[in-house]
């Protein structure tokens, strides 16, 4: 079956720092990946996805690239902000078999944390 | 902009008693789907529906019923209520086919006592 890993949490970090959230899956088909990010007190909404091997997504500096051959899509943001504190959610929706109705497997999330 | 509706953000519910969590979006999409969201846990997708009238249990459905009437609108029926379902629950809703943006309501803080 699918299955996402991510890192440990919770990640804390002064602002400006670099931030890597690191994601790995496990999936039967050609799955596309994406990170949700989830601040506090709403729902999920999406940063970014890419949809085959070697993309890469971006969105408000945050960047992932779509590895195959390692299967990751690890999260990266070269400065972050008070305002990035969240929880991280990396997912996977599969194309095994060729049907697929876009169903997401989701990783357990990471906490940021980013002080002053 | 996309909007998924959900009716209540906190409830707090007896044990055994019937819960319906209502979830409306605007876009016309076909796929709307509940997940449950548990610290640790991520999101565990209960039932997701593909059509109107059409539903598949998804990783814990358990416990859990779904409704779909009308194309925009998608129930979550916790026939029993037991503790074990405090959890907050996400709606969420997409058009058919993997790789395409879903989207998430607010949520809901279901308390059972």
Redesign the interface.
């Known amino acids: 079956g699918n299955s996402v890993t991510q890192m440990e949490g919770p990640v804390t970090l002064s602002e400006e720092a670099f931030l890597t959230i690191n994601c790995t899956y496990t999936a039967t088909g050609y799955p596309s990946l994406f990170w949700y990010v989830q601040y506090p007190g709403e729902g999920l909404q999406l940063l970014l996805k890419a949809t085959k091997a070697d993309d890469k997504g971006s969105n408000k500096g945050f960047e992932a690239t779509y590895r195959k051959e390692t299967t990751s899509f690890h999260l990266e943001k070269g400065s972050v902000q008070v305002s990035d504190s969240a929880v991280y959610f990396c997912a996977l929706s599969d194309r095994a078999g060729g049907t697929s109705y876009g169903k997401l497997t989701f990783g357990q999330g990471t906490i940021l944390t980013v002080h002053p | 902009d996309v909007k ?1 509706t959900q009716s209540s953000r906190y409830l707090v519910k007896r044990t055994g008693e019937k819960v319906f969590l209502e979830c409306v979006q605007d876009m016309d999409h076909e ?1 709307m ?1 509940w ?1 449950r969201q548990d610290p ?6 209960i039932y ?1 529906s ?1 059509d109107v009238k059409m539903k ?1 249990k ?1 990783d814990i459905p358990e416990g859990y019923s779904v409704s779909r009437e009308k194309k925009e609108r998608f129930s979550l029926i916790l026939e029993s209520a037991s503790t074990n379902q405090t959890s907050m629950y ?1 709606c ?1 809703s ?14 809901s803080w279901l308390t059972v006592v």
């Open positions: 998924v796929n789907f997940y640790g846990l991520g999101l565990r997708l997701f593909y598949e998804g996400l969420a997409s058009l058919r086919g993997a790789g395409y943006t879903i989207y998430f309501g607010e949520g």
